[in-house]
């Protein structure tokens, strides 16, 4: 994944550290009964819900990033396990409403702890999750995925 055989693109650095983050993520979560994407939409579900909001499940994939047909067959193995409920809307019969159940909001609080250490552990090198570098960082990314 290097360009002529000099330093590695842009492109596959943030592959690579995509990757990196995923199966660190992973691993962090697994204790919990979760995996990167579980823990993306129950997180993104916990942090929509704080601001007042019950999600539909198309909602929440333009959120997290995640294909709706994916979010679907998450939220269904995530409401099978307890952590979720799946509602139709009364306004939009076609709509499925997502709510965190009480267990739900508990395991999403425990690992949302656990992966704001990890990232404070992954960004040290950017002086952590509050550091400038890791601000300019977050500022950069974004730009990026905002570009069609």
């Known amino acids: 994944m290097e360009s ?3 330093p590695p693109t842009a492109g596959s650095l943030v592959w690579r550290l995509s990757l990196k983050w995923r199966v660190a993520v992973d691993r962090a979560v697994a204790p919990l009964g979760l995996t990167h ?6 997180s993104s579900l916990y942090g929509l819900r704080r601001g007042g909001q019950a999600p ?12 709706a047909l994916y979010v679907s067959k998450l939220a269904r193995a995530l409401e099978a396990d307890g952590l979720l409920a799946r509602d139709r809307d009364p306004v939009d019969t076609r709509a499925v409403r997502l709510v965190l159940t009480d267990r739900g909001v508990e395991v999403t609080r425990g690992a949302i702890d656990v992966v704001q250490g990890l ?3 992954l960004l040290a090198p950017l002086g952590g999750l509050h550091g400038e570098r890791t601000d300019a960082f977050v500022a950069d990314l974004t730009t990026l995925l905002a570009t069609p």
């Open 119 to 121: 990232l404070d552990q």
């Open 4 to 6: 002529a055989g000099g």
């Open 56 to 67: 539909s499940q198309r909602r929440l994939a333009e959120h997290t990033g995640l294909e």
């Open 37 to 42: 994407a579980r823990y993306v939409l129950l």
